[in-house]
């Protein structure tokens, strides 16, 4: 499968724990973007990678979260000391260069927190 | 604020009908507007608009953009089953920041 990945696919973990969620996205595609979306709405933008610069990072996010994207391919989402508010789908997509439009979402992580 | 609002939020029709599904916007420097459908995984890309009046077409659906009245509005003819979904439309808010700001969606549900 040559799409975008996540992983895990679900998490569950107590409240004050952290949690580390993984992107993998298609290979030649240089912008990777997070997602969080809860039931009901429609994703909301967390932060934007450019080969390994983060270019854009939402006021939503809080100091407890941090993504990072080391050498430019995959991405990780660490959420530190989770609280329940943290539960909901993660997304992961990429996409090419200046054709930024079409974006290539991930599976997504589902994240609940007890 | 930026920000992106779809109507209905849902819809329920018959398979045969035809339905629209509306998208309005208020964003700095639109760039651009993309429509997603979304079934019980991840978002998949249905079009992207960037010029007023110029509809975009695959198969049964179609898309089309209004930039001077801020909207887009997305037609599915002849709706089947398999249309059941929640419909997005997600527009970049500040040219050349490829930050996406996406509404709440339709949830589409066409009976048999």
């Known amino acids: 499968d040559t799409g975008v990945s996540q992983d895990p696919r679900h998490k569950i973990t107590k409240r004050g724990q952290n949690v580390t969620f993984r992107c993998d996205p298609i290979s030649e595609h240089n912008r990777l973007y997070w997602y969080r979306q809860t039931l009901g709405q429609g994703p909301e933008f967390l932060t934007y990678f450019q080969n390994e610069a983060q270019l854009e990072k939402s006021r939503l996010l809080s100091d407890r979260f941090s993504a990072e994207r080391p050498k430019g391919s995959f991405s990780t989402l660490e959420i530190q000391r989770t609280e329940q508010g943290d539960s909901a789908m993660y997304l992961c997509?990429?996409?090419?260069?200046?054709?930024?439009?079409?974006?290539?979402f991930g599976p997504g992580t589902r994240l609940t927190v007890t | 604020e930026d920000k992106v609002v779809q109507s209905p939020l849902s819809l329920v029709v018959h398979e045969g009908d035809t339905v629209t599904l509306n998208c309005s916007y208020e964003?700095?420097?639109?760039?651009?507007l993309l429509w997603y459908k979304q079934e019980k995984k991840a978002p998949t890309f249905l079009f992207m608009l960037t010029s007023s009046g110029i509809e975009k077409k695959s198969g049964r659906l179609s898309s089309i953009l209004d930039k001077k009245e801020l909207f887009s509005i997305l037609n599915i003819t002849a709706t089947q089953t398999g249309d059941s979904a929640i419909y997005l439309c997600a527009v970049e808010g500040r040219r050349g920041t490829y930050k996406y700001i996406f509404g709440t969606g339709t949830r589409l549900k066409v009976l048999a």
């Open positions: 997509a990429s996409s090419l260069g200046t054709v930024s439009y079409e974006q290539y």
């Open positions: 964003v700095t420097n639109f760039r651009s």
